[in-house]
Each structure stands twice: as structure tokens, then as C-alpha cells.
């Protein structure tokens, strides 16, 4: 009788084991986080290290354009992004398991400044899937 209370309490706790280690690798990725390739894909563009860059972007982006199109896209479409003087994050969201939003305030190089808002995807890893941007008037 000892013994099968033994193996049961041994199998209980297994499965409370297994449960939170499949609850650990499910737990919802930290906003916060999806802003870090933001930042440092900013910083790459500073240095015009476009290849470094070019690591952040989704498995989306890098489909439709190889590296030398990425860098052309970026000056002609975004020179604020492409060539930043300044940038804060302003707000991130989590509206999904594998999808975040980040805001960041921009100023570029050529003085104007831009609200950016950057759209993730979870690919082992927040990856850039996309970019908005408008004017902003207010001051950075």
C-alpha cells in the first residue's frame, strides 16, 4: 500500500513538472522585449551597417526583399529611420501571443521628426514585420 501512495505522489508530481514546464514555454512573451531588435536595428541604420539590420526583419520582409532592396526601401522610404538622430520607445502592446506593437518617436538626421509605429512577429524571437510612420510635431 506504501508503495503505490509512493508512486502515485511520484506520478502527481510529474505531472504538475510537465504541466509547468509546458506553461513556461507557452508564457506569453514580455512586451518590453519587442522594442530591443526596434532599438538596435535603429543603431545598425546609425553605423549604415544595413546587414546587420537586415537580421531584425521578419521571415515576411526578408521573402520579398534581399538585402541591397532592404537597404534601398529603407533610405528612399524612411531617411528618419534610416538615419536617426534621436528615438524613444513610446509604447509597446501585446495584442497576441505573436504579434507586438511598438511606438517610438523619431528625429532624423535631416531634422524632421516621425512617430513610428513597428508591428513584430514571434519567430523564435521578435522579428520587424512592418513600419508606419506619420509627422510628429511634438518635441523629442
Avoid: H
Avoid at 40 to 60: I, Y
Avoid at 80 to 97: C, H
Amino acid at each position: 500500500m506504501g508503495k503505490r501512495i509512493a508512486f502515485g505522489l511520484a506520478g502527481v508530481l510529474t505531472l504538475f513538472l510537465c504541466a509547468g514546464v509546458v506553461l513556461a514555454q507557452t508564457a506569453r512573451p514580455d512586451p518590453k522585449t519587442a522594442a530591443v531588435p526596434v532599438m538596435k536595428q535603429l543603431e545598425a541604420f546609425r553605423r549604415d551597417d544595413f546587414d546587420t539590420a537586415f537580421t531584425f526583419a521578419s521571415s515576411t520582409i526578408r521573402a520579398q526583399f534581399d538585402r541591397p532592396s532592404f537597404e534601398t526601401m529603407v533610405r528612399r522610404g524612411y531617411p528618419e529611420i534610416a538615419r536617426s538622430s534621436f528615438a524613444a520607445v513610446v509604447k509597446t502592446e501585446l495584442p497576441s501571443e505573436s504579434v507586438a506593437y511598438v511606438t517610438v518617436k523619431i528625429r532624423g538626421a535631416n531634422g524632421q521628426s516621425i512617430e513610428a509605429l513597428y508591428e513584430l512577429t514571434w519567430e523564435d524571437d521578435w522579428k520587424i514585420s512592418g513600419v508606419v510612420t506619420r509627422p510628429d510635431a511634438g518635441v523629442i
